[in-house]
């Protein structure tokens, strides 16, 4: 099955996006695939309610597993299933925390895996910054060496962000597709749905 990895520094809206483009795609009940770094592999069924509940926070390396669900694309008259997976937040440098480096490495592996990458990073990041974090640079560099690559400019809710959008359009290299979405309002969906679509 074609996989989908969602990947980008902690807390930019990775988990956000993983449920709310679900639910874009007409899931209303998520069946999440949970894989720890210790191989354990458990499944759980909520609503997507509990999920975000349970499953999204405001603080750093919330997600610390794999977290993978089965997405129908409709495409032409039929429906192709795509893997979409969830992954723990990158980061510049070596955490100290020896549980985050595991599950850090465990998204890493995914990298070669996966055919589709949806990058994603969080706009209000360069309000103070003139540039993007390493590891985005990073991303971006391996993104340019594969097919199906996007990067999602996340949090474009945000008012104050408008003005940092037209910051990183003149950071970004133009050879780079990308698409500024609110995971939090599902803006943008349709373009990523089209980009996924277009992957398979
Ligand atoms: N305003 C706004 N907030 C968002 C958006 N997407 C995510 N957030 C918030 O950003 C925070 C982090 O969201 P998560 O989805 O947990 O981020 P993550 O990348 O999965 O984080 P880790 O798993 O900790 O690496 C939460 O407080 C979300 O509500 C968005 O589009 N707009
Ligand atoms: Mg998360």
Not at 27 to 42: A, R
Not at 108 to 119: A, C, D, G, V
């Amino acid at each position: 099955m074609i996989k989908a990895l969602i990947l980008g520094n902690t807390n930019v809206g990775k988990t956000t996006f993983f449920l709310n483009f679900a639910e874009f795609l007409g899931v209303n009940k998520v069946l999440i695939k949970v894989e720890y770094p210790s191989g354990k592999i458990l499944t759980k069924e909520m609503s997507l309610n509990i999920a975000r509940k349970s499953l999204v926070s405001n603080e750093a390396h919330k997600t610390l597993r794999l977290q993978k669900l089965t997405l129908k694309i409709p495409i032409f008259k039929g429906k192709k299933e795509v893997k979409l997976i969830d992954t723990t937040g990158l980061i510049d440098g070596i955490h100290p925390n020896k549980e985050i480096r595991n599950a850090i490495a465990q998204t890493l592996e995914y990298l070669n895996e996966s055919h589709i990458i949806l990058h994603i990073i969080d706009i209000t990041t360069l309000h103070n910054s003139k540039t993007l974090s390493l590891i985005d640079r990073q991303l971006i560099d391996f993104g340019k060496t594969i097919n199906n690559y996007a990067l999602l400019i996340n949090k474009i809710d945000l008012e104050k962000n408008k003005d940092t959008l037209t910051k990183f359009k003149n950071i970004i290299d133009k050879d780079v597709y990308w698409i500024p979405i609110s995971a939090l309002y599902k803006q943008g969906f349709y373009e990523v749905k089209k980009f996924v679509v277009n992957s398979l």
